[in-house]
Nanobody, 125 residues
Framework: QVQLVESGGGLVQAGGSLRLACAASGRTFSFYAMGWFRQAPGKERELVAAISNSGRSTTYADSVKGRFTISRDNAKNTVYLQMNSLKPEDTAVYYC??????????????????WGQGTQVTVSS
């Protein structure tokens, strides 16, 4: 079965950086898009960034454009989220996810079928 394991969360001061990683297993990684989502207390889950199976296409939430970068290493079955210039409003649990279908890159959380356990990111002011 598909398994996703996130790492790299933690506590950082505003303006700092963190790099999240999500290691995938259970199927051929390079066939599937990957997404990073986040959910803050009392707020809805939101798509932060997504990347196509090849890595050639990416999409970002407006709130993170220019600060976050999603990338993937298909040889290592891993997707990354580099987060720079972090703000307190970036505080949330961050999840990686992947759809069941090959090649598509959904923009909605409901179209993602497999999820990691989440990693906490806390940005202090």
């Amino acid at each position: 079965q598909v398994q996703l394991v996130e790492s790299g969360g933690g506590l950082v001061q505003a303006g700092g950086s963190l790099r999240l990683a999500c290691a995938a297993s259970g199927r051929t990684f390079s066939f599937y898009a990957m997404g990073w989502f986040r959910q803050a207390p009392g707020k809805e889950r939101e798509l932060v960034a997504a990347i196509s199976n090849s890595g050639r296409s990416t999409t970002y939430a407006d709130s993170v454009k220019g600060r976050f970068t999603i990338s993937r290493d298909n040889a290592k079955n891993t997707v990354y989220l580099q987060m720079n210039s972090l703000k307190p409003e970036d505080t949330a649990v961050y999840y990686c996810a992947t759809p069941d279908a090959r090649y598509i890159m959904p923009n909605r959380g409901n179209d993602y079928d497999y999820w990691g356990q989440g990693t906490q990111v806390t940005v202090s002011s």
